[in-house]
């Protein structure tokens, strides 16, 4: 079976070949060479490593190599959240959502681009995907972060049962700062409508 790619950003092209899903990172030609590739290999390995830490915490797919520049891993043949949440048990799996979401941020792990584009319903189990933009942090702030963009994503996304879905992510998200962040949430989007403003 030949590499098919399936999506193409501005960080890196996904392609699928016999089951297994390779990410490599796009070179920037702005960039110095030598800086460029040493960013690709340190968010490569960054990315590897998250989600090889979060394996058996949460669900994730699994890494099978990874190079310079490379991420193999297993491809969840699911359906994509940001096309069928609707369609779903979209209440069971918000309350899924909360719950993977308390394991990860109790990891100290942010996942920064928590869409529904990035989750995969598979088997009645939900799979969170491309860690990408993920970082260690203990900060209540990026935790923070992390939900007011989910909850942004689902507004833009999903904008008929958003708010319901959210209600039940929040209800199920107890992590170990968890009200200190579900307190900044409200901060973080006062700042995004003070600069639409402004």
Do not use: W
């Not at 308390?102 to 860690?131: A, C, E, P, R, V």
């Amino acid at each position: 079976m030949n590499q098919k790619i399936i999506q193409q950003g501005a960080e890196a092209i996904i392609s699928l070949k016999n089951n297994e899903i390779t990410k490599h990172r796009v070179k920037k030609g702005y960039r110095l060479p030598i800086l460029d590739e040493k960013l690709r290999f340190r968010r490569t390995k960054s990315e590897s490593k998250i989600i090889t830490k979060l394996k058996g915490i949460i669900n994730v797919p699994e890494i099978i190599n990874t190079d310079k520049e490379n991420i193999i891993m297993q491809h969840i043949k699911g359906k994509k959240l940001s096309e069928h949440l609707e369609k779903l048990d979209y209440k069971k799996i918000s309350q899924q959502i909360g719950e993977s979401l308390t394991k990860l941020h109790n990891q100290d792990i942010i996942h920064g681009d928590l869409t529904t584009s990035n989750m995969i319903y598979k088997n009645k189990k939900l799979f969170l995907i491309d860690f990408g933009l993920g970082f260690h942090s203990y900060k209540v702030e990026d935790k923070a972060v992390d939900m007011h963009l989910l909850k942004q994503a689902l507004e833009a996304k999903h904008y008929k049962i958003a708010e319901e879905c959210f209600k039940i992510i929040l209800k199920n998200y107890k992590p170990k700062q968890e009200q200190l962040i579900i307190e900044r949430i409200p901060v973080i989007e006062s700042r995004g409508r003070y600069k639409e403003k402004h």
